[in-house]
């Protein structure tokens, strides 16, 4: 439990007595420390300690909706902008695939250093996916848009389609991706928006027609529209049908006020005579 933060140490109390600790790094240096949230996060790492601070900080006016991109979220790749911009999972998959095969020779151990151990991998593994989402939200958010939009996601109801499934939507980070690009997008002063999710996959982002069979049965990541013959990769075209349907609600949003600024009554005039 940290005790008091200084401009160049901060204190902790232990077992052992309260002792300090020099601040070797500290990127606030010219802020007010006196100023820092009471919450904070300590951790002993390679013979280091780390204090993760909490600050307040002012966002930037909000931009006007000019330029948007889309976005898909998925499991094999995490991330697809309309903008034809791919962050694939592969070596993230690859990384949290050893650390559960490592977890399953551990947990048939069962001994107290497999548990000890096991504790260690999950911080380790925690870690590796809050770096990589962390790396991701940041090179999106400094793309020359001043407008995201995310599909509102429900992984809840996409359950029960086999183990396999399962367990990818179990280790898929995809919220802990959305909030880093939430405050990331506000301090920059751009926007996160949200449209329906519901036949993104399957619309063709080039005429519009939805049909199921625009999936490939073979590769899920070809779309090919049955329809007008358009083809590309399934990410991308569902990524420009998230901006597209973006850009469609907001034009019927402005019809419709158009509407209710139309249809309002206009007040009688009288005719004055002189």
Known sequence: MVCAIGKETFAVATTQGRIKLGIINNPFIKEDYKTFSTTCELSYRNGNWYLTVFVETECEEPLPTKDVLGIDRGCINIAVCSNNQFFNSK???????????????????????????????????????????????????????????????????QTGKGKAFNTRIANWSWYQLEQFLIYKALLKGKKIEYVDARYTSQKCSVCGYVYRGNRSKKNSSDFHCRRCGFRCHADLNASRNIKNNYIAMLGSASHRRLLSISQTPQPELETVLS
């Open 91 to 157: 070596h993230l998959r690859n990384i949290k695939g050893k650390y559960r095969h490592l977890r399953k020779k551990l947990q048939a151990k069962g001994t107290r250093s497999a548990k000890r151990l096991l504790k260690k991998l999950s911080g380790r593994e925690n870690r590796f996916v809050k770096d990589t989402n962390h790396c991701i939200s940041k090179q999106i958010v400094a793309l020359p848009f001043d407008t995201f939009v995310l599909e509102k996601l429900e992984v809840s109801s």
